[in-house]
């Protein structure tokens, strides 16, 4: 202790003018608004290790000299700063979960991976307290350390000292208090929660009040995922106004770290944003952000489509405020109907992780308060209502992904509209009105009702399989992309997701031993990679470049539609509008009615794609990308290039719609029988041959959507 208190003067001066003389420079130009000079750990171990050591022993003592000297080369090269420093990134063997922090650890600096849950208001506290003698007129300075009192002068310094010498005790003077000269900075309480997932089962998540000041005020936001560099101390507990043995642990926070940060606030270098444009050039692109959501999972059927949908969701489109203060949004929301098993909720978990700010909730477990936001008294501030905020405010300018999407209560469902569509919650609890704003994608996953889409779906448009949801109906207009993600028994495409799971579940490491540190975790080692190979051999982005070339398009790109782009949307839209409801189709297949709402969807899927490829101007091609995915999902056509990825072509897929239609017409004629030969005569007449239906109707049966009584007779199931 000795060495590490007397030395550290001496260390931190020959560090300081060696290794952080610029950054000191910086600081005397007052450029800043807070005077604070950040150094890593790192940096300190390479230049000391030594040294570094001790800060982790005693760090209250070697950080407050290291501020001294900081504010005494300030002086000395002539300004006055009421500089701070703080030390950041500490090693991994400093890692303490909350719960575990005790006895051994006060005092020490330590740091922990918690999420922040509540914070006070700002409190001014006085950390250098300038008193007068009222009996000479000396004024006195002392440090304030303790937060909880405020430390007076007991007696004047002698006279010799420029003082009188008198004490208080003797009643010869007083000391006043010099609000004007005093120094005050800036504090703030947090209240920390272990993580989640790290919390042994059975038992609670381990919390604390963290003390803040100076510039990390108002740096935090409830939800927020920190790792935050702590000294724990104590206070004793008191009883009937006794202090008693034990102590209360509470933290003085040194530094944190952001773990969720929105995308504006994510760093990338000039090295990486040449990177990013020379991935923006490639042909592929599209292609290439396919698969770089969620690789592990295998594409079969219409994934590849809905990875596509959900690469534009990530890019989104351009949030706009018009002159008359109404907002058009710019986040696209999309709902995956589909059976059980088809990998919607490891979508929905890639990328709700893969979102900075994005949050993940199981419509079972989530209420109209955990969605919007709870009043609650709040022990901040004096017992009096406070707001919490939910899933959706918590996820602004990020993602909410909505698990189990039809599980919500319909009062708890009404809550979702508003967020949707205005992106903004109006609240009145507690005595409290506020509003929050909630501009999120929101990612949603149904499930039938029944447990699995009926086959008699099979053709009819996407608000049939809606309605089997229960959802009820005004939602559907609020998303503007539903896919239904069928399972559907195809021998060559289980037979490839079969191979790609197992070839994916080889390359996952035991969490065991993860636990046990034994391995290292595959999702903390960083990659130098941008592109990776995934099992299946195809090239994908890692989730850590694909996050920085995302936030580098939505902070740079605002991308307007030009005279194509604008024409071709129009003429789309002003077409389906004619053919909707013209009553030369059969009900059941009748296309979804298109509103004005999707004419926005169209215009924020063409943004998305200009933003995708660094464009500040949309252009016909991504127009006609927009109208291909919108058509997509509505069932009226394929896209030509994608043969490959669907296992039938455009063509063999439309065919294989007709002879399911003239089997259905068939059925609800003749009372759900059609003979071969009535099949045959009337795609005859479609010119479709009779091996092409043969084979249709053997996947149908292979599906089970079709069974035979007796020879050459069949039945819808």
Known sequence: ?????????????????????????LLLSRQSKTPVLEVSFHELQGFDPEFAEDILLFPRQILASGTD????????????????????????????????????????????????????????????????????????????????????????????????????????????????????????????????????????PGRASALLEGNLVNKHLPG??????????????????????MFDIMYHLVSSEHESVPFTEIKIT????????????????????QNSIAPSIFPTGVLPFVKRSLALQLFGGVARINPD?????????????????????????????????????????????????????????????????GILPLSDRGLAAIDEFDKINKEDRSSILPAMEQQQLHIAKGGITATLPTRCSILAAANPTAGRFSQRGVNASVLHSFSETGLPPPLASRFDIIWMMRDEVKQEDDERIARHILATRTLGVSELMIEENLEMNPADIKSEQI?????????????????????????????NLDDDATAAI???????????????????????????????????????????????????????VAIAVYKHWREEAGIEDESEYSGTTTKDRNITN????????????????????????????????????????????????????????????
């Not at 590490?4 to 000191?24: G, L, M, P, Q, V």
């Not at 592109?531 to 605002?558: M, P, Q, W």
């Open 531 to 559: 592109i990776e190979i995934g099992v299946d051999g195809k090239e994908h982005l890692t989730s850590d470049f694909l996050r920085k070339y995302v936030a580098h398009a939505k902070l740079n790109c605002h991308p």
């Open 224 to 245: 927020q995922r920190v790792i935050v560099n702590v000294i724990p101390v104590v206070h004793s507990e008191y009883r009937r106004n006794k202090k008693t043995p």
């Open 570 to 624: 129009l003429q789309y839209y002003t077409d389906e509008r004619q053919s909707y409801g013209r009553g030369d189709q059969d009900p059941g297949t009748d296309v979804v009615p298109i509103t004005a709402r999707a004419l926005e969807a169209l215009i924020r899927l063409t943004e998305a794609h200009a933003k995708m490829y660094l464009r500040n101007i949309a252009t016909n091609e991504d127009a006609q």
């Open 325 to 389: 203060k109404t907002r058009t949004r710019g986040d696209i929301h999309i709902l995956l109907m589909g059976d059980p098993g088809v990998a919607k909720s490891q979508l929905l978990s890639y990328m709700s992780k893969l979102s900075p700010r994005g949050k993940l909730a199981s419509g079972g477990g989530v209420s109209s308060a955990g969605l919007t936001a709870a009043a609650i008294k709040d022990s901040f501030s004096d017992g009096r209502f406070a707001l919490e905020a």
């Open 1 to 25: 202790m000795a060495m590490a208190a007397h030395d550290s003067s001496a260390r931190w001066k020959t560090f300081f003018s060696e290794a952080k003389n610029s950054d000191i420079l």
């Open 658 to 717: 007709v002879v399911r239609q003239i089997i259905r017409d068939i059925c609800a004629e003749k009372n759900n029988v059609a003979t071969i030969t009535e099949i045959y005569n009337r795609t005859a007449a479609k010119k479709i041959p009779e091996f092409t239906v043969d084979e249709v109707i053997s996947k149908m049966r292979t599906a089970g959507q079709l069974f035979s009584n007796r020879n050459d007779e069949y039945s819808f199931v």
């Open 270 to 289: 000039k090295e990486e944003e040449e990177q990013i444009r020379e991935i923006s050039q490639r042909d592929d692109l599209f292609r290439l952000m």
């Open 69 to 204: 000297m900081l504010r005494e080369i300030c002086r000395e090269r002539g300004e006055d700063i009421d500089v701070m420093l703080r030390v950041g990134e500490l090693p991994r063997d400093s890692r303490r979960s909350l719960r575990d922090i005790g006895a051994a650890d006060i005092e020490k600096l330590r740091s922990s991976e918690v999420i922040v849950t509540k914070i006070s208001d700002l409190k001014p506290r006085m950390h250098i307290a300038v008193f007068q003698c009222e009996a000479c007129g000396y004024n006195v300075e002392i440090a304030q350390h303790n937060e909880r009192e405020l430390v007076e002068p007991l007696k004047c310094p002698p006279t010799d000292q420029g003082g009188c010498g008198e004490t208080v005790k003797s009643g010869a003077t007083r000391f006043e208090l010099i609000y004007n000269t005093s120094k005050l900075v800036n504090n703030q309480w947090i209240e920390i929660q272990e993580l989640p997932e790290q919390v042994s089962s059975g038992s609670q």
